[in-house]
């Protein structure tokens, strides 16, 4: 039993294309498929996991390109519910000239996964349960199931994973319910990855290493911090290693810490993941930071993981 489930939005993004335009004001977009638990889902596929999404779609077209896109990367789709009654969830960005996001969420049919939904899940034909959604923690059902299913693989003893994917667009006016949601969740996980960004938000220490070492009191997983092109904070059984980073030309770095979260959790179903060493994780960690340089040589996440395979960790 090594196959890994995913839960949370798959969504559409529409990239404006028109740099330097406001969303007002852009014409011309790019269609590309996202949500963060479902790039980690492609990503593990890719690298050649067993992967099964929990996501709620649109009946519309745009629900069915997302389908179409986790079967072609091998991701199982029989979770991936269609909802008649809500729309395919969308989010509109555009790039302005000062480097803000001018960003509009359309929230359709990701948010209403629920409880009842998940329960179809045979969780004995899974080994290990990623949480990487970054509007589970809005109001809503999927927040509920969320929570659920947390409590359903903690009772059966499964391999459990967050990241929070923060985004102050969504959070902006609501920082402590996130804040609070997540700290739920990093006390009841097994592994978790945050930026250094999360890091800080989510212990309000002034560097990642006082954010490391709040983590290593406060909860019992193993943990990794991304710092960019400082490499990444490995935090274990009290101890902290920094493991470098790949150079990289970055063309895009969308999904790249998706990327770095699917090669992990890959490697954790080569082998049971409670026996790994410190050894195993400083090797771990080094083969997604790989995978994670490997996503910024391309534009778009989905494209990225096309050129993602066991090879890279060679």
């Given amino acids: 039993m090594n196959k890994i489930l995913c839960i949370g939005e798959a969504l559409i993004d529409m990239i404006c294309t028109d740099k330097g335009k406001s969303l007002s004001e852009g014409e011309n977009f790019l269609k ?16 050649g996991g067993q992967v099964e999404l929990a996501a709620k779609l649109g009946t519309d077209p745009f629900g069915q390109h997302l389908v179409e896109v986790m079967k072609g990367f091998g991701v199982g789709t029989a979770y991936m519910l269609r909802d008649a009654d809500h729309f395919t969830t969308f ?22 996964l629920n409880t009842n939904d998940i329960a179809q899940i045979n969780l004995e034909e899974i080994s290990l349960v990623h949480f990487g959604s970054a509007t589970a923690f809005m109001p809503g ?30 959070f902006r006016n609501n920082r402590a319910s996130f804040i609070e949601q997540s700290w739920h969740f990093l006390e009841n996980c097994d592994f978790f990855k945050v930026s250094d960004e999360e890091a800080l938000l989510l212990t309000g220490a002034a560097d990642p290493e006082q954010a490391a070492q709040q983590f290593l009191e406060k909860t019992p997983a193993v943990f990794a911090i991304t710092l960019g092109k400082d490499g990444t904070l490995l935090g274990r059984e009290g101890r902290t290693t920094i493991i470098e980073s790949i150079a990289v030309n970055p063309v895009d770095t969308t999904g790249a810490g998706d990327a770095f979260v699917g090669a992990i959790l890959y490697q954790l179903t080569t082998a049971d993941p409670v026996q790994r060493n410190q050894a195993d994780w400083e090797g771990m960690i080094r083969n997604a930071n790989r995978a994670g340089a490997r996503t910024c040589e391309y534009l778009g996440a989905m494209e990225a993981f096309k050129h993602l395979n066991k090879n890279i960790f060679k």
């Fill in 32 to 47: 590309k498929p996202g949500g963060a638990p479902t790039n980690v889902a492609a990503a593990i596929a890719a690298l």
């Fill in 141 to 170: 059902p999927l927040q509920e199931a969320y929570t659920w299913l947390l409590q359903q693989a903690r009772a059966r003893n499964r391999f459990v994973s967050f990241d929070p994917n923060y985004r102050h667009l969504l």
């Fill in 91 to 112: 989010a509109f960005v555009s790039l302005m000239e000062n480097g803000e996001r001018d960003f509009y969420f359309n929230r359709g049919a990701d948010g209403q």
